[in-house]
């Protein structure tokens, strides 16, 4: 019982780091937007 809720943990774990990378990159991305805006 207990390797299914670290097996879980694990998982859970590295999800929650995909969605923070993919948060960093639509952040990342929304600045560049308006990098290019202000520059025009």
Same mark, same amino acid.
């Given at each position: 019982?207990?390797?299914?809720? =670290?097996?879980?943990?694990? =998982?859970?774990?590295?999800?929650?780091?995909?969605? $923070?990378?993919?948060? $960093?990159?639509?952040?990342? !991305?929304? $600045?560049?937007?308006?990098? !290019?805006?202000?520059?025009?």
């Amino acid at each position: 019982m207990e390797v299914i809720i =670290l097996i879980l943990f694990v =998982l859970y774990l590295s999800l929650s780091k995909i969605k $923070q990378i993919e948060i $960093q990159t639509n952040i990342t !991305d929304e $600045q560049a937007k308006t990098n !290019d805006f202000k520059n025009k």
